[in-house]
């Protein structure tokens, strides 16, 4: 099985911007492991921030976009604020099967 | 209003069986795919199997730590998913999501989740 691989942790100072990326152990990630991004909150259950390289939801903040970058899948988070403290996981599809990163923890501070 | 409602968790033996439930309501359930994930305690998190719509042959994956053991299943006529565990051992110790999926019309909701605990 793949492995797929994020920063373990990140520190963004309130109103900065911040690059979070998710890697393959296959090689680059491409539009075709349509890559997904979840934030989760301490005791609660995750929400789809990010599906198909860079497409939001309704309820996905103005300030995160989702992108190809380096041979990885990026969320950048541009304008953070205290709220957007939290873990983040990505998510990559291989021939069916789905692998998550072993998510970010984001500090604001 | 989109709702996911987990449950069958709760304490079983290793070696042990455990079928969870995801029943589903407003949206329109036989259309969409079924996702689950796990979380152990303090832990990332784990995709663990889906199922496809009717449309989509009803086609399931599932992750490598659960392959062979797990099966996901539903029942339309129902709105409802289930995750049959089987040869469970302290490993698959987890919360357990539900999640739908459906990307033609931005569906994509969480349950609350349903703890399961494998020991003696």
């Known amino acids: 099985q793949a492995v797929v691989t994020q920063e373990p942790s990140l520190t963004v100072s309130p109103g900065g911007t911040v690059t979070l990326t998710c890697g393959s152990s296959t090689g680059a990630v491409t539009s075709g492991h349509y890559p997904y991004w979840f934030q989760q909150k301490p005791g609660q259950a995750p929400r789809t921030l990010i599906f198909?390289?860079?497409n939001k939801h309704f309820w996905t903040p103005a300030r995160f976009s989702g992108s190809l970058l380096g041979g990885k899948a990026a969320l950048t988070l541009s304008g953070a604020q205290p709220e957007d403290e939290a873990e983040y996981y990505c998510?990559?599809?291989?021939?069916?099967?789905?692998?998550f990163g072993g998510g970010t923890r984001l500090t604001v501070l | 209003e989109v709702q996911l409602v987990e449950s069958g968790g709760g304490l079983i033996q290793p070696g042990g069986s455990l079928k969870l439930s995801c029943a589903a309501s407003g949206f329109t359930f036989s259309g969409s795919a079924m996702h689950w994930v796990r979380q152990a305690s303090g832990k990332g998190l784990e995709w663990v199997g889906r199922v496809t719509s009717k449309a989509d042959n009803l086609a399931p994956a599932y992750g490598a730590s659960v392959r062979g053991r797990f099966i996901v299943s539903r029942d339309d006529s129902r709105n409802t998913a289930y995750l049959h565990m089987n040869s469970l051992t302290s490993e698959d110790t987890a919360v357990y999501y539900c999640r739908v999926e459906e990307v033609a019309v931005r569906l994509d909701y969480w349950g609350r989740g349903t703890p399961v605990t494998v020991a003696s």
């Open positions: 198909d390289t860079r």
């Open positions: 998510l990559l599809y291989y021939s069916g099967a789905r692998v």
